[in-house]
């Protein structure tokens, strides 16, 4: 009788436990429609092999096309991107990356370097969700622990803090009024929504005309935004990887002179590659009446196409990435991302 009251508790528990991951799957967000928040989760289907390792924000999640750089150099490229991702994730997504692969070469876009704190985002009722379409992506691991150690801002550390991340349940449990058809159709499985985490776009919104800001009290960059960036530095040193600096060619928001000249000062310091890509708009050929899809925030395809042309030679001439078309196995995994690509752009382009 003891054994079977044991069993009847232990088959309880067990259903217990898998209505409640049931019911978290199905609350949490599955970012089908709103696509970037799924981009992060995407790279493990995709880890391993990749000689190039993007990291960084929508500027480059929407402005290179690996695909492009594969057709054209035989490049094997992967983009670690999601929105308005900050410093410190950014160095704890390459800390994660390594335990998959060792790229040859690391691409970190700057424009996060504007931000040394969880609270110095502009966007202040937005914080949080942009931690999470970063952060509930990554498997957990020491790295994921880390970063979102680093990313909680003062208003979420005094809710829920890391029991929210751990339990993602705890922090969805209201969205019953908010579910929609996509929750339910992807409650299991997603479909990829980006290529190698490239997010095509093919509207064209051109720029109709010159952005202004306010000019900056101070244009330093912060001590902690610096303390990610050495780290990034050392990590990539000890696994024998290029770390290489860019600034994407996206129009706003402004990228100062003075940060720049912080950039390059820097660059030189730690014997880095570092190259500001607003400065060779006309060799790569940017229209921005064309090749923009917001008016001159990002890029769409065609901008990025012609981009990535451009770095994919800066890849290969100044890095040494080699070109892998002649390895068979690796042509046969990429011929059906490229048949994927663009299948993709002609259906996007058919709806456009």
């Known amino acids: 009788?003891?054994?079977?009251?044991?069993?009847?508790?232990?088959?309880?528990?067990?259903?217990?436990?898998?209505?409640?991951?049931?019911?978290?799957?199905?609350?949490?967000?599955?970012?089908?429609?709103?696509?970037?928040?799924?981009?992060?989760?995407?790279?493990?289907?995709?880890?391993?092999?990749?000689?190039?390792?993007?990291?960084?924000?929508?500027?480059?999640?929407?402005?290179?096309?690996?695909?492009?750089?594969?057709?054209?150099?035989?490049?094997?490229?992967?983009?670690?991107g999601s929105p308005q991702q900050l410093i410190w994730q950014s160095y704890y997504l390459m800390e994660e990356t390594f335990k998959y692969e060792t790229p040859k070469v690391m691409v970190f876009n700057v424009l996060s370097m504007k931000y040394d704190t969880p609270e110095s985002t502009k966007e202040q009722d937005q914080r949080e969700p942009y931690n999470r379409m970063t952060l509930d992506g990554m498997r957990w691991s020491v790295s994921k622990w880390n970063a979102i150690e680093a990313s909680m801002t003062q208003e979420e550390r005094e809710g829920l803090g890391m029991w929210g991340y751990i339990f993602p349940l705890l922090r969805y449990h209201d969205r019953w009024s908010q579910l929609e058809a996509e929750d339910f159709q992807y409650l299991f499985r997603k479909e990829q929504i980006s290529d190698n985490g490239y997010l095509m776009q093919t509207g064209v919104k051109p720029v109709m005309g010159e952005f202004t800001e306010a000019p900056l009290v101070d244009y330093t960059f912060g001590e902690n935004s610096y303390y990610y960036l050495d780290k990034m530095v050392e990590l990539c040193k000890s696994h024998g990887t290029q770390l290489v600096l860019i600034k994407a060619p996206s129009l706003s928001p402004i990228w100062w002179d003075e940060w720049d000249e912080q950039m390059e000062n820097y660059a030189q310091e730690h014997d880095l590659v570092y190259i500001n890509l607003l400065d060779s708009q006309e060799q790569i050929g940017i229209d921005w009446t064309t090749d923009t899809y917001d008016a001159g925030l990002h890029l769409n395809v065609y901008g990025a196409e012609k981009l990535s042309s451009y770095f994919g030679k800066i890849l290969t001439e100044k890095c040494g990435v080699a070109d892998r078309r002649g390895d068979p196995q690796l042509s046969a995994i990429w011929a059906e991302k490229v048949k994927i690509y663009h299948a993709r752009k002609e259906e996007m382009e058919a709806q456009s």
């Open 1 to 80: 009788m003891k054994k079977k009251s044991i069993l009847i508790l232990c088959v309880s528990l067990a259903v217990c436990l898998a209505l409640l991951w049931l019911l978290q799957a199905l609350l949490m967000p599955k970012y089908m429609a709103n696509r970037e928040g799924a981009l992060i989760a995407e790279y493990y289907g995709n880890a391993g092999n990749n000689d190039v390792v993007f990291i960084g924000d929508c500027e480059v999640y929407e402005n290179f096309s690996p695909i492009t750089m594969w057709e054209e150099y035989g490049i094997t490229s992967i983009i670690r």
